[in-house]
């Protein structure tokens, strides 16, 4: 039996999101767990319908009072050391990333970020994920108790089981030491599905010669509904925003399709699109990287590619 800990997170409607929908997928697939879901605030009303043992709320709420993450992470630490669970899992996510790293500080457990795969029974916990900017898979067994993880999203198909969890609320009875303060939020401005959740990604590099050519790329990413990603050269360039950047420092994405335009596939852009289902090309040197991890390629000239390729979309849609 492996005791999970869960981490949610709400969406911008206040559900639960696809993140920790995708890690209950992986932790369900531990086969014999026992999950509890752990919320920070109230509970969205989706929580109480999830396949799980348990949901617990702490009452951590972040704000300019008490720091970014710091109270959370607190409560955390403070649930971990009475549940003494095998496994914490973490989505990805900014959340996930600052808060995963620091909870494993602060109760001393090993780890791992970005997993594509998690495995075993109890301890230790065997986990996948991606090295050398993405050239490569490696296989982690964590020795540490509990194993603190963060699952890439997308990585697993979320879950559409239903439950009835039991639902409790934790007070760690601690207040969290004040190290920083908000002093502002930028929303980031967004038109149509966000990137890391679309479904088919549409994006663009330094082959596309200047900022103008990403509206053709915006214009297929909205006829297929999808959304617009770039090479890091291509956002260092100042065509397009560094939210689009896909890659080892950029954002990951797993969509369905992943259309690369004028990409020459270097492993710090694959490690954020790799994991897509498939892989479509656009590149007039054949040699190109990208070739070896498309599905299916095309060797030429965007511009004499794209366009048509898009009016056919369109007339296949209308
Ligand atoms: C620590 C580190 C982190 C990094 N993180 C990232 C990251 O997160 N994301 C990322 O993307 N990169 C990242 N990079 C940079 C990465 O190494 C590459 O430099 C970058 O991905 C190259 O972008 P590109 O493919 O657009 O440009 P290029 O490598 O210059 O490729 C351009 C491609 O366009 C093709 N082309 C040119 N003209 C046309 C045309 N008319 N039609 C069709 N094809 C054409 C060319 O054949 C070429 O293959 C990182 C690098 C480092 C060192």
Redesign the pocket.
Known sequence: MTSVLLIAESDEHGQINQATLQAVTAATDLGEAEITVVIAGEAPGSASSLAVEKVVTISAIESADVGIYEQVTADLAALVSSTNPDVVIFGKTDFGSVVGARLAFRVDAAFASDCIDISGTGKPVSVTRPVYGGSALAEFEIASSPAIVTLRVGAFEPSTVTGSPAVESFSSGTTAEQCASVSGTVVEAREGVRLEDADFVVSG???L?GPEPFSVLADLADVLGGAVGA????CDAGWIDHSH??????KSVSPDVYIA??????S??MA?CSSSRAIVA????GD?NIFKEARFGVVG???KILPPFLATVRELKA
């Not at 090479?231 to 291509?234: E, I, N, V």
């Not at 335009?261 to 270097?266: E, L, Q, R």
């Not at 656009?282 to 040197?285: H, L, R, Y």
């Open positions: 590099g330094r082959g010669g090479s890091r050269a291509a950047q896909v890659g080892l420092t950029g335009v004028g990409i020459s596939g270097a710090q852009h954020g656009i590149n007039k040197d190109s000239d965007w511009e």
